[in-house]
């Protein structure tokens, strides 16, 4: 079992940058892929970011590619969203979510995903 907790979301101008945290407890969090997802209120929740088991690969939308970074630190339990140059359409509540490091889904899809945050609020003003 893997909780998740998101923190880091706020309010921020256009242009400007957030960093997003997510602790997560259980002992299997080394051995999970990590990825973050968001959902635009009348939206279907998207895919953002993924980094893998051993941090040695990282996935990105291409909305969000070479804006944000997703990284994770194993010895603190926790994965990271930096985002930087935020636009308004990146308003969306942003979840983290792990799976098992053998899933055989699409790391890309929500639907690999068998633990899930509460999610963290984000609101880029223009």
């Known amino acids: 079992q893997v909780h998740l907790v998101e923190s880091g979301g706020g309010l921020v101008q256009a242009g400007g940058s957030l960093r997003l945290s997510c602790a997560a407890s259980?002992?299997?969090?080394?051995?999970?892929?990590l990825a973050w997802f968001r959902q635009a209120p009348g939206k279907e929740r998207e895919f953002v970011a993924a980094?893998?088991?051993?941090?040695?690969?990282?996935y990105y939308a291409g909305s969000v590619k070479g804006r944000f970074t997703i990284s994770r630190d194993n010895a603190k339990n926790t994965v990271y969203l930096q985002m930087n140059s935020l636009k308004p359409e990146d308003t969306a509540v942003y979840y983290c979510?792990?799976?098992?490091?053998?899933?055989?889904?699409?790391?890309?899809?929500?639907?690999?995903?068998?633990?899930w945050g509460q999610g963290t609020q984000v609101t880029v003003s223009s």
């Open positions: 980094v893998t088991q051993s941090g040695g690969s990282t």
């Open positions: 259980g002992r299997t969090f080394s051995v999970c892929d």
């Open positions: 979510a792990a799976r098992g490091a053998s899933s055989s889904r699409p790391i890309l899809s929500q639907y690999a995903y068998e633990y």
